[in-house]
């Protein structure tokens, strides 16, 4: 069964401190794979997108690394800011089936000062 | 551009009810999609459609209907709400198929009581 895992389930961390989320996933055949942060009352907005040839790929403070033999994935965060503060979505996509994109649940990061 | 515009942000309906939630994007994307958002899930896939006219059904579709008349609007029916459709519904699109960058509305917070 193609499924997407995400852990931590949640996450509290101080200001300027960095985190690591992880992703974990079954779904094959494996297209591509991307983060999305979702802030609290809106849609989620992609971060970033990773194919399978590549290991690691940065936005800003935002870097997602994939290891495709292992499928796992991580979004790693530094120098956190507040506005940090909502939940990330990790999303594969598979080239086949009525479940092309399977979605994780969510880790839901809190930055606090 | 204001991208995805849904509506209502927020609705109640009793058990029974009829309603529609509208989805207008302004990007001239050619793929749109509706999905749902329950407390700690995953988002599931409700209809996609590819084009005007094209409409398919995702991975949860039962109790709904989409129509696609125009490449800008894609609406989501319910006929019948039942307590199961209580849930957060977020419209999205993109330029290309399920896989690439989706861009999403705000979302429709939905109870049926």
């Known amino acids: 069964k193609n499924q997407v895992e995400q852990s931590p389930q949640s996450l509290i961390i101080l200001e300027g401190k960095n985190c690591t989320l992880q992703?974990?996933?079954?779904?094959?055949?494996?297209?591509?794979l991307r983060w999305y942060k979702q802030d609290t009352g809106r849609g989620p907005v992609s971060l970033t997108i990773?194919?399978?040839?590549?290991n690691t790929k940065s936005n800003g403070r935002y870097t997602a690394t994939l290891d495709a033999d292992t499928k796992q994935s991580s979004l790693h965060i530094t120098a956190s800011q507040l506005s940090d503060s909502a939940s990330y979505i990790c999303?594969?996509?598979?080239?086949?089936?009525?479940?092309?994109?399977?979605f994780g649940k969510g880790t839901r990061l809190s930055v606090i000062a | 551009n204001a991208g995805v515009t849904q509506t209502p942000k927020f609705r109640i309906l009793k058990i029974g009810q009829s309603m529609t939630l509208q989805c207008a994007q302004d990007?001239?994307?050619?793929?749109m999609y509706w999905y749902r958002q329950d407390p700690g899930m995953g988002l599931k896939l409700i209809y996609y459609?590819?084009?005007?006219?094209?409409?398919d059904k995702g991975e949860v579709p039962n109790g709904y209907n989409v129509s696609r008349s125009t490449t800008e609007d894609f609406p989501l029916r319910l006929e019948l709400a039942a307590p199961s459709q209580t849930s957060v519904y977020f419209c999205?699109?993109?330029?290309?198929?399920?896989?690439?960058?989706?861009?999403f509305g705000q979302g429709t917070r939905l109870t049926v009581v």
């Open positions: 990773m194919t399978f040839s590549e």
């Open positions: 999205a699109s993109s330029r290309r198929g399920l896989g690439t960058e989706a861009f």
């Open positions: 999303v594969v996509s598979s080239n086949s089936g009525n479940t092309p994109l399977v």
């Open positions: 992703c974990n996933y079954t779904v094959s055949p494996f297209s591509n």
């Open positions: 459609s590819v084009g005007a006219g094209i409409t």
């Open positions: 990007m001239n994307h050619n793929y």
